[in-house]
């Protein structure tokens, strides 16, 4: 998928943006929706759609010296048309290089100045002739159309949604974001047939704008959201990345750090901070979504960032899976994480006679599970979620679960009513 | 008393237990609950009563190579009645050792499953002989009668209780728990005599049913318990080891903490966790008591636990009279810990001219119990306690209760009303 | 000025006291508050007033071996009249030294209860004749009279207050405390002439008695103090130490650590004791007023403390400038620091259409100004100020005041109205 969808030229609108999410519509029931250039968004405007055929600068021997046939990032997104012959020192100004790394093409954008500009190699800029006279083309069109995104419910047992987000607005750049879109694309595609007991609202969106512009849109259903990730660069080879929510402790905060510290040594978790992808969007005063992003490297902190040089080969096919497997991971938590009521909770109850304890006392030996029944059974008070338990007993919250199960088999367990849950589950966990 | 109890044959009901609760009420005024065969106690049945005459392995020579009359702890806790000619082939299942401790005992029980066994040291196996006949023999009872424990309460000048536990169940082992029985016993017998805020309630019980056919039995009055401590493995030469409360910060966690901290440097404080001992029971959901668990090395942590290697050896005097001094300076904090109101709140009141304070000002060197003084008139708000004070100031609580006293001796402190320290109690101290 | 001050002996009382305030006069506006003897501040009375004309000890040559006029620190502060002559054993229970330190003379002072002496170098002392007799004079007076303080308001846009509070009443002792006097009335000079939101309120007193009687005669009106620093010690070579207010975290004791972190790492923050200079006081318990005590090497941990050695050589120029210079910078913050609401809480504002975001999209330097400006819309929620948003932005607060700023300039942001800061004020930050 990657490599299919990585030559094409996107931006925050136009063709190659909705051919990508045409593309998606291969796997996923992804609903395509356009909002007219002009849709005024909040404090934005949707703006006018633009679309590319070609763009060159040829030297008097007719050589394409820039060529945007080779490279969509040649040409600086959203660029105004032009057509002109020029000197070096005339276009200089429209030229953009990397001049700390000559062999690579920046990636510019120029949404909201009505401008125009080619990125190059800065020793592709040192190899052009002072004295030449350059013809400049840029067959561009800005002109009124819509902003597409591509949207699509997995409906589960309840109306509470988790939301997964990914940006799809980057042109030739494959970490940043093609490794989102494709990571989001096969969770939903892996999650479709599945029973849920959330649904689940996938996003496939130009990067804040295209936030800008759903928020505008389901401004009344937002309260729906109970957890929410980005998904963004997640195919370098770095370790994981989270970054949590602004309000910093929400459930999918306390998810995803605990399916993290489960697993892995190697991770890394950041507190929010109001500069990154669209939980910038989603987490704005206003809405204060409990939405988190999830990375490997963070974006600008790996050199190839937004430069030709995140190309194919910065993704690892490993690092995407075990992206994969981690926000799988995750959502497999939040599925199973509920708040329970002991039913016999004065003293333990007797285990043995239900055959969930061992029958010979005295022994030394570790016995995890029993562990796990005794620790549900001790929190199942009402304001402990399976989350809480896992956490305060320092145990996987599969093996939780696991307990919480077999609890429930035997009637010891039984979920606590919405009501309960909601009035206390505003206490703080210590 | 150690030496005394150590031969006899203690289980969870029977004989043994009654013997040991009768030799205890020499010095304390015991009273021995008999509670029938058959009660329902919360989710659990009051089990048989069992006793045990004798039991052993003979081989054809008539040589006893397991005997019960050597040591309580080769036969099976609630072995039903054997009588039988097998080989060693058939004995082989009901036999139990510590293959890594080829000369120790293990400690085997089963309670609530109809079976029986033997305990033998893994070289005593060894030097059995296959081909041989043995006769077998357990000549036990498990009848219809009673569990037995002791309860005894130690009256205060209030009806708010500190609830003092000690499992008496286990046979011919020492550290766990005659050591917590030994310590329960004289803190029982010194606190008698004294004058004292609090009453306390001496609990000498099997272990899990003992507790939770005390809190069945109780279940009305278990509010009057405002701190409490299980007491057990007293007696191993580690250092002090105090697991908190489910509730993990209550009054009787903080005590123990700032007994320990400013007394030694040596000592282990852990969260609560739902294996141990009775404290499992009395911090149960629904109940949720302060009480705190007090020992030295925890269970399964050295090695001798549950084996007869825990004999008369591994108790240490020395060990003994630390935790009892430990306990009793914890209780001295609670008998003292009182939150009080400055009578001069505006300022500092002058305590020269009170004789509290030195008449030559400039001096430079430090004035403990000055400090003390000011700490208590500037904290003394009726929302910090005494230990809060000493917490706060980093002082040991002596020092502050002795400052509390002269200010109430010349009329600057008063104690807070209860309703005002009620109220204000629920403050979070930062 | 300390210069100048250098030579007066003040005390809690008398006419060294009331011509430093005088002196003081020349630069601010302060008003000489005269308190009658006899007067009941709480729990103390306005002692009687106390001057000194001269004191020594002559030998029997006639040569004075103490002698007042040399140093007013060689009287021990409110000595009784004496005029008697007397062998040196006879004299000895009313002399002063530090064997430790045996050129140094002492500062000691007897201000409730009638005595007298005189405080010598240990030289000194060992100098004198055992056989010799002693003309002892001091010409003291003590008779009703005032107790004398300064009192100076700075009138701001609101009547909230923010207290300077200096004691006033050592004699010849540079950094504890003509280095407090000097900074504050620096202060209070320089802020005479600017626009202030806060009115400043600075208190030149003796120490104890003055801020009890202070207290006691404006105990309507200590609920206008938002704010207060005692300053003292504020010369020595040390680097700063603030010590917190009783509440610990109020907004004084946020702002001074905050600007004591972004400016530097030799500093020292230290949690409220009641032990100290006045705040003391103004944090007993019925007041609890939100008043820190800035200060450079803590009293007593500097070994020239209360002694001679405290001249004019202990205090450096630079010093007294950091300190000066640290505490506007804190009252700079205080002033600025306030709450807002993002106008535009919905997403982010487009901040490029108003000329605050750059335009060329896609490069990788990092852009303080906008993070900052990211950041103050993102926590503009009405329940984080400024100095909250700097903190969890780990930013200085001048670069969110500034983003503060330019937000309000193009109506992005507006402040909180006080009954909504109030309200959510109440809240803790995490």
Wanted: net charge negative; glycine share 8%.
């Amino acid at each position: 998928m990657i490599e299919d969808l990585y030559p094409i030229c996107r931006s925050i609108t136009g063709n190659g943006l909705r051919a990508t999410l045409q593309y998606l519509q291969r796997d996923l029931p992804l609903e395509l929706v356009e909002v007219p250039t002009g849709t005024e968004v909040f404090d934005w405007t949707v703006p006018r759609e633009w679309n590319i055929a070609d763009g060159y600068v040829k030297d008097s021997s007719g050589r394409r010296v820039i060529d945007f046939r080779r490279s969509n990032l040649h040409v600086v997104g959203y660029s105004m048309p032009v057509n002109s012959r020029m000197s070096l020192n005339e276009l200089r100004p429209h030229l953009h290089t990397l001049p700390e790394r000559p062999s690579w093409v920046p990636y510019r954008t120029s949404y909201y100045e009505e401008t125009w500009g080619f990125c190059l190699s800065h020793s592709d800029l040192l190899a052009l002739d002072d004295e030449e006279e350059y013809d400049v083309c840029i067959d561009s069109t800005l002109t009124d159309g819509h902003l597409t995104y591509g949207e699509f419910l997995l409906p589960g047992e309840t109306d509470d949604e988790v939301l997964i987000s990914t940006h799809a607005c980057h042109p030739s750049l494959c970490n940043d974001n093609l490794s989102g879109i494709a990571v989001a694309s096969l969770l939903g595609k892996y999650l479709s047939p599945m029973p849920l007991r959330y649904s689940y609202r996938f996003l496939f969106i130009p990067g804040t704008i295209g936030a800008i512009t759903w928020l505008a849109k389901n401004r009344q259903s937002t309260d729906r959201i109970k957890h929410g990730l980005v998904l963004t660069c997640l195919g370098d080879r770095g370790s994981p990345t989270y970054k949590r929510s602004r309000q910093g402790d929400a459930e999918i905060d306390r998810v995803v750090c605990h399916v993290l510290e489960q697993a892995r040594s190697d991770f890394t978790v950041v507190d929010f901070s109001p500069y990154g992808y669209d939980e910038r969007q989603y987490c704005s005063p206003a809405f204060d979504l409990p939405v988190g992003c999830m990375m490997r490297t963070p974006w600008a902190q790996f050199p190839e960032y937004h430069t030709s040089a995140d190309g194919l080969e910065l993704v690892d096919p490993d690092a995407l899976a075990d992206s994969f497997f981690t926000i799988l991971s995750a959502i497999a938590v939040l599925e199973e994480n509920r708040t329970y009521l002991n039913q016999s909770p004065r003293g333990e109850p007797q285990l043995g006679r239900r055959g969930l304890y061992r029958t010979l006392g005295g022994t030394t030996e570790e016995h995890v599970d029993e562990l796990a029944l005794l620790w549900v059974l001790n929190l199942a008070d009402g304001r402990h979620s399976l989350l809480d338990i896992a956490t305060r007993a320092r145990m996987p919250f599969a093996d939780v679960s696991r307990a919480a199960d077999a609890l429930i088999g035997c009637g010891l367990l039984r979920e606590a009513s919405a009501d309960r849950v909601i009035s206390l589950g505003t206490r703080k966990e210590g």
